[in-house]
């Protein structure tokens, strides 16, 4: 990959964002475009700004990464990430505006009238917030990494910086245009390079058949791989060998690997002839893992369950969309619960027209990019793909295309995160230092997750986004759905089923992570919670308060009116008689 | 604004209202923000002809939104259990093709045409409701 | 690693807390009935008990429908026959037999209402059951003013009874002194916006449609737009409903204010808006901007001479909306604009200055006050920080069923 192109590319989408961050508000001079000035956001451009922020790493890279490494299973996380929209629109969206409410900690004041309610959301809210900064941060190292060459860990501190200082020193200050552009760069950057790239499939002497199994090298294909790893050989393999295959060192030698498992020692590089199949990668607890992807929740556990792992993939996405924090703080834009409605199908139009790229990526890397399954950095396949596939000059420009993109992905949903849980921070956490220590409460807000990621290296942090749709779907949206729809629901109901959904689902994966167990079915379970701790949510919610009836909130009828009742239409008390005449 | 040469400007804010003589029998509930404003007036009870509207309406929504919601379960949820029903790739690789044609591109289309009418009918529901209580 | 020690070491924490929150409330729930106490207790706890649910409806003022809500929640304190509030001119609510003796008792309640003091009297009843042979009335009083009587029927004379009627008068008194005080308080911010709107109307009206009528002949179509500016202009500031708006609306009517003002002074007054979108749909007071505008442009151009230059910013900060108003005008001497905050200056200045002040520090908390920096000659910089929600802070009040028009 040039890297040129891939510094100019990245710093170009990083300068485009600051300016129009901090320009990018509408500054009207003459009093006759003071309407155009003071217009609230159009649905189209706030989805366009939901879509920017939403479509994080996990969605631009990640996808890809997974579909090449796993295959087709994996195409359930594009579908859930956007058919958690369509839940959010049926039973949240209108409601949620209508409340007035900012942020999530915001509704459950409004509507339990709580404080004790609010704070335990605002301790979820950073989790989830910190848990889903994480692989944005891990994303950015690799990115940045494959792009100019860095070390993993100084991509995400970089992005880190770079949120910290655009967020706390106000340079963000009309987020919507940002995240707007955003999109529209993450949709070119995919959509571009993947016209030239099936035209280049299209125009192959003989396009191999992307549903082979296992996958071959076209061609002379050197590999060095970055870490110690063990291989799995299906058929006696030929391969030149530089650096120590099963403890025994080579420089240049031939070496016919046998069938069975074998170790290549990290640093070791090998040359692959052509057609000859490729190895398939074994975990060091003798599980087969495809890849170590930012997507994959515990990409382990696949294999014991696959029924009941795509259905907890199908819980958590499905009903972990509304209970993101960053997303919800977007439909506030929004005039009113009409236009909070029709903003979320535009947005679920916008991210499944996204998600139709991701597969063909992924697709086209087990053809052409599979060496990546060898090492293991399948997330890699979107980026190297133009220059393995079209080549030349071309394939740098393109490249370096979807590296800005790529970097874009990082940057909006890293700031989105950066800037709501630095707002619940400041506001509920850590109350005593006033409104004004924004600057303080950004900075935490991103230390404690680069720190996590720096330290943790390769850990499989990886996990968290599976983890951070768990959680909110175990915690968020049981409140959401019965504080919406339930007259029932009490502020110690709510508690109590924040604590033990959220909780349970964060010691599940938790468990996983750290724990001991490895396969089986309790692995499983606690690998993909969602399937019983959203229920256990809302379980527990609910008979807690049936259990404290008499505590119902006072003001429960005239929230519930406030919640469904439809606006009256703005600017009723002051029709407009007069539009778009300019004057002086 | 701010060039050389203009005199300096001072800071100057009003005296907070919790330091200040309370005269006018306010200011008790001055803490930071405990003030629920809309609290007053919202204890007051609502005629019973519009709480059966809210709750009519309430009803409606959740039906509706109730079926969206089950028929998007009934179309994606039984997949997985398809997928796993069909034949091997391996003998029929026709079968992968629908697997890729359903989850990789028909999903999508599907969930925006579902989105799009329960948008529609939830709005039809909130204007029966609104002509309803203006013509009561 | 961690991080993960430290999230599995988190997570049973949390999932013991919620267990354990789940069981405390469940455990509250139970105690009413489990636990009984000594006689003692339990009728401390019946009377307050009693007390606390004839409390809300009495808070609403003395209203026929608080006085039925209450005397039939009153009634079991006393166990007598019968039980009745009066406001001065009427019997609001009646609890118990008795209701033949109303003649006898009005004329006891005239007596009570005139004098303010509590009597009790002796009923005489043809009928052998009635239960009611004996009576007493108490009045209410809040400032010493006489608002009602409070009457008990009993079976027999009893100074028990005189005395618990004459405690619970005292304490309906003190609820209706309270209702009296919400009154005020929400009658003093409508009074507010009503002492706005008046500040508002005769110089600025004038001004405008003299400027309006200079136009009437040179150009008809401006003079036209003018007027209905004007009109949208005052439709919004004299609107009825709601003490809150949407900060979209509130700038739609600086826009139109700052259009009249252009009318008289044209070039003279440069308006710059810088508005981030986001933020346009925040809640903020009725007629928070436009009294601060208006200040700025009276300082810019009708105290002196040279080109006004007022520029309108708002921000989005994350849970607030930052709005700075800053004009290049004269300023004002820092001590001075002390003291008008303060409410000492001289009341034909900067009473708008003031109200809004007040009316951010009432909603929001003293640190969303307004902050204001100025010197002599050194212009005017206004800024205010408004929390995007609040609790109890809408701008629409729900439709309702009666009130959609």
């Not at chain 1, 006033?434 to 935490?444: D, E, I, P």
Request: glycine residues 10%.
């Amino acid at each position: 990959m040039n890297q040129t192109y891939g510094i100019v590319a990245v710093s170009a989408a990083v300068v485009t964002t600051l300016v129009i961050g901090s320009a990018g508000l509408r500054i009207s001079r003459t009093t006759s475009d003071f309407y155009v000035a003071s217009r609230t956001v159009p649905p189209y451009l706030n989805a366009m700004a939901i879509s920017g922020e939403y479509l994080s790493a996990a969605s631009f890279l990640g996808i890809a990464g997974l579909v090449a490494a796993e295959g087709v299973d994996m195409l359930w996380f594009p579908v859930g990430y956007a058919a958690g929209y369509l839940v959010l629109l049926v039973f949240v969206a209108a409601p949620l505006r209508r409340s007035g409410a900012y942020t999530l900690p915001d509704f459950a004041d409004a509507r339990l009238e709580s404080r004790a309610a609010r704070r335990v959301a605002s301790v979820l809210v950073v989790g989830v917030g910190w848990l889903y900064l994480l692989p944005q941060l891990q994303g950015a190292g690799l990115t940045l990494g494959l792009v100019t060459g860095a070390p993993r860990w100084l991509g995400g501190v970089l992005v880190a910086v770079v949120v910290t200082l655009a967020v706390a020193a106000g340079g963000m200050r009309s987020i919507t245009f940002v995240q707007a552009f955003q999109y529209c760069l993450k949709l070119t950057a995919l959509l571009v390079p993947a016209i030239f790239l099936v035209l280049a499939w299209h125009g192959d002497p003989r396009p191999a058949d992307a549903l082979d199994e296992p996958p071959t090298f076209r061609r002379h294909t050197q590999v060095t791989v970055e870490t110690t790893v063990r291989i799995r050989i299906e058929t006696p393999l030929r391969a030149v060998v530089t650096g120590a295959v099963d403890g025994q060192g080579y420089d240049g030698g031939r070496l016919l690997l046998d069938p069975g498992v074998h170790q290549v020692r990290a640093g070791t590089t090998l040359r692959f002839p052509p057609d000859s199949p490729v190895p398939g990668l074994e975990s060091d607890d003798g599980r087969r893992t495809g890849a170590s992807s930012w997507a994959a929740p515990l990409s382990g556990g696949k294999d014991d369950h696959p029924l009941y792992t795509t259905y907890g993939l199908i819980f958590a996405t499905f009903l972990g969309t509304m209970g993101l924090p960053h997303v919800l703080v977007r439909f506030y834009t929004n005039p009113d619960g009409r236009a909070a409605r029709r903003t979320t199908v535009i947005v679920l139009a916008l991210v499944g027209g996204f998600y139709l790229l991701p597969p063909l990526y992924g697709l086209l890397g087990r053809i052409y990019a599979p060496d990546l399954l060898l090492t293991g950095t399948t997330d890699a396949a979107v980026l190297v793909l133009p220059e393995r596939l079209v080549g030349g000059a071309g394939g740098d420009l393109l490249g370096a295309l979807i590296a800005a993109g790529a970097c874009a992905a990082f940057l909006s949903t890293a700031s989105g995160l950066t800037l709501s849980v630095a707002g619940v921070l400041s506001q509920d956490v850590l109350p005593s230092l006033g409104v004004r220590h924004f600057r303080l409460a950004t900075l935490l807000a991103v230390a404690v997750p680069v720190t996590v990621s720096v330290a943790a290296g390769n850990l499989p942090v990886a996990n968290a986004v599976g983890l951070a749709f768990a959680v909110a779907a175990s915690s968020f949206c049981p409140l959401l759905v019965l504080g919406i729809w339930w007259r029932g629901l009490t502020a110690p109901g709510a508690i109590a089923g924040l604590l033990t959904g959220g909780g349970s689902a964060l010691v599940a994966v938790a468990l996983t992570i750290a724990g001991p167990l490895t396969d089986g079915w309790a692995h499983t379970l606690l690998a993909w919670p969602a399937v019983w701790s959203v229920p256990l949510g809302f379980l527990t919610m609910i008979l807690v308060s049936l259990a404290t009836r008499h505590r119902i909130p006072a003001g429960t009828e005239a929230a519930m009116a406030r919640l469904h009742l439809p606006e009256r239409p703005a600017g009723q008390g002051a029709p407009t008689t007069r539009r778009g005449v300019t004057t002086s | 604004m701010g060039a050389p040469g203009t005199p300096r400007r001072e800071v100057v804010t009003g005296t907070p209202r919790a330091a200040r003589v309370d005269h006018a029998g306010r200011g008790s509930r001055a803490g930071r923000g405990d003030a629920r404003p809309g609290a007053v007036r919202g204890s007051k009870e609502r005629p019973a002809v519009e709480s059966l509207a809210l709750r009519a309406l309430m009803r409606r929504q959740l039906r509706l939104g109730l079926v969206a919601f089950g028929l998007l379960v009934a179309l994606l949820g039984p997949l997985p259990l398809v997928f796993t029903a069909l034949p091997d790739t391996g003998a029929r690789p026709g079968s992968a093709l629908i697997v890729w044609a359903v989850l990789g591109v028909a999903v999508y289309p599907a969930l925006v045409v579902l989105g799009r009418w329960y948008v529609v009918r939830a709005e039809r529901n909130e204007r029966d409701t609104a002509d309803l209580a203006e013509r009561a | 690693m961690n991080g993960f020690a430290l999230l599995a070491a988190g997570a049973p924490l949390l999932f013991a807390g919620g267990l354990a929150a789940g069981r405390l409330v469940a455990r509250r729930a139970a105690e009413g009935g489990t636990d009984p106490g000594t006689p003692v207790e339990r009728a401390t706890f019946h009377t307050l008990h009693t007390a606390s649910l004839a409390a809300p409806p009495l808070r609403a003022g003395l209203t026929e429908d608080a006085a039925r809500k209450a005397v039939r929640r009153l009634r079991p304190l006393f166990g007598a026959a019968a039980l009745g509030l009066t406001d001065r001119d009427r019997p609001l609510a009646w609890d118990g037999p008795g209701r033949h003796h109303e003649d006898t008792v009005s004329d006891r309640v005239r007596q009570v209402l005139d004098t303010g003091r509590a009597q009790s009297f002796a009923v005489g009843c043809p009928d052998p059951d009635c239960p009611v042979r004996w009576g007493a009335a108490v009045p209410l009083t809040v400032d010493r003013r006489v608002l009602g009587a409070l009457v008990v029927l009993g079976a027999r004379e009893s100074a028990a009874l005189l005395r618990a009627a004459g405690e619970v008068a005292r304490w309906v008194s003190v609820q209706l002194e309270l209702a009296e005080l919400d009154r005020a308080r929400t009658g003093l911010i409508e009074a507010e916006i009503r002492a706005l709107r008046a500040q508002i109307s005769p110089h600025f009206i004038y001004n405008s449609l003299a400027a309006i009528a200079s136009f009437v002949r040179t150009d008809p179509e401006r003079a036209r737009e003018l007027l209905l500016e004007f009109a949208d202009f005052t439709r919004y500031s004299f609107r009825r409903h709601g003490e809150f708006t949407t900060l979209a609306e509130e700038l739609r009517s600086v826009e139109q204010f700052l259009e009249l003002v252009r009318a008289r002074f044209g070039q003279r007054l440069r308006v710059t808006l810088q508005i981030a979108p986001e933020v346009l749909p925040v809640t903020v007071p009725f007629l928070c901007l436009q009294p601060l505008v208006e200040n700025a442009v009276k300082h810019g151009l009708e105290e002196s001479v040279e080109r006004s230059r007022i520029g309108i910013t708002a921000l989005d900060e994350g849970a607030l909306a930052r709005i700075v108003i800053e004009d290049n005008g004269v300023g004002m001497e820092p001590d001075r604009l002390r003291r008008i905050l303060r409410g000492e200056g001289s009341p034909s200045s900067g009473i708008g200055l003031r109200n809004v002040d007040e009316r951010l520090r009432q909603v929001y908390g003293d640190d969303h006050g307004l902050v204001i920096e100025t010197g002599v000659g050194a212009g005017m910089k206004i800024t205010i920080r408004v929390p995007k929600y609040r609790p109890g802070v809408h701008s629409t009040p729900p439709r309702t069923a009666s009130g959609s028009a």
